[in-house]
């Protein structure tokens, strides 16, 4: 199983900004898809943004503009800078990496989650 360290989480003001980081470990044969999802309170989780493998970037339409996500292969790292967040940003962010071990399985594991808050 990898092991997903997610940082960066915090309080913010309205209009400000945060980079969340993400960092996998474990007997990793390759890493695929990279991703972070948000949930909030009382809601479902839902994608924010994702990163392929070759750098291919998709957004949730909340997001576009604002944030911005990369990813650093040689470290197993992926990154989500978020500028202008507003209230309705609060939530608990999680890294979802999509990899594959040494047996050839590929598999999707989420991080334990950081909390976003963002204060109007």
């Known amino acids: 199983q990898v092991r997903l360290v997610e940082s960066g989480g915090g309080l913010v003001q309205a209009g400000g900004s945060l980079r969340l980081s993400c960092a996998a470990s474990?007997?990793?044969?390759?890493?695929?898809?990279m991703g972070w999802y948000r949930q909030a309170p009382g809601k479902q989780r839902e994608l924010v943004a994702v990163?392929?493998?070759?750098?291919?970037?998709n957004y949730a339409d909340s997001v576009k503009g604002r944030f911005t996500i990369s990813r650093d292969n040689a470290k197993n790292s992926v990154y989500l800078q978020m500028n202008s967040l507003k209230p309705e940003d609060t939530a608990v962010y999680y890294c979802?990496?999509?990899?594959?071990?040494?047996?050839?399985?590929?598999?999707?594991?989420w991080g334990q989650g950081t909390q976003v808050t963002v204060s109007s």
């Open positions: 979802n990496v999509e990899w594959m071990d040494y047996t050839l399985v590929k598999q999707p594991d």
């Open positions: 474990g007997r990793i044969f390759r890493i695929y898809d």
């Open positions: 990163i392929t493998n070759g750098g291919t970037t």
